[in-house]
């Protein structure tokens, strides 16, 4: 069946360090892959949006990389501060006339 | 900027009442969705609809049906609503599929006591 994975629940990490927060997913061919950034009682914000055939794609502090062979994107904010902390979504797109599917999150806390 | 509104940011309806829940969206996007969102499932997508009058099943549409009168604007009918229907309901549009970004309201929370 087909499955996307956000590696955990919850991560906790100290300022100044870098998050990596990890998306893998089972049994898609994803032609694009974007993360999100969702805060309590709000909708979720886009952040990046990498394509198939793309490795790395860098925003700011923000760096996402795409895998196909591991299947695998990984998101990293560099020198997380305090404001990082909420929830990350990952989703992705088979094809192009498909919606979004999108992983269950990871909750990320950056501590002072 | 593109600006997704949803009608209500909270609603409290009783078992067996119709609910609507309206989204308007004011950027002349094509594409516009309805998911809802609950604790340790994520987001799932109910219906979503490419263009006026046009709607397709997502992956949860049971006990839900939406309308697309006009572009802007994309309505989530709950016909008789029940207690499992209690969640974060979140609309977002869309310019194409695929390759752009959804811009999502802020969300109704519904209770269905």
Redesign the interface.
């Known amino acids: 069946s087909q499955k996307i994975e956000q590696n955990s629940e919850a991560l906790n990490i100290q300022e100044g360090k870098t998050a990596t927060l990890t998306c893998n997913y089972t049994n898609y061919s994803p032609a694009y892959l974007q993360w999100y950034r969702q805060d309590p009682g709000r909708g979720p914000v886009f952040l990046l949006l990498i394509r198939e055939n793309e490795k790395e794609k860098r925003k700011e502090r923000l760096k996402v990389t795409f895998d196909t062979t591991l299947k695998q994107s990984l998101f990293h904010i560099t020198a997380s501060q305090p404001a990082d902390s909420a929830t990350y979504l990952c989703a992705l797109v088979s094809s192009g006339n498909t919606p979004l599917v999108f992983g269950k999150g990871t909750r990320l806390s950056v501590i002072a | 900027d593109v600006k997704?509104t949803q009608s209500s940011r909270y609603l409290v309806k009783r078992t067996g009442e119709k609910v609507f829940l309206e989204c308007v969206q004011d950027m002349d996007h094509e594409?516009m969705?309805w998911?809802r969102q609950d604790p340790?499932?994520?987001?799932r997508?109910i219906y979503?609809s490419?263009d006026v009058k046009m709607k397709e099943k997502?992956d949860i549409p049971e006990g839900y049906s939406v309308s697309r009168e006009k572009k802007e604007r994309f309505s989530l009918i709950l016909e008789s609503a029940s207690t499992n229907q209690t969640s974060m309901y979140?609309c977002?549009s869309s310019p194409a599929?695929?390759?752009s970004?959804?811009?999502?309201?802020?969300?109704t929370r519904l209770t269905v006591t």
């Open positions: 997704v594409n969705f998911y340790g499932l994520g987001l997508l979503f490419y997502g979140l977002a599929m695929g390759n970004p959804l811009h999502f309201g802020n969300g």
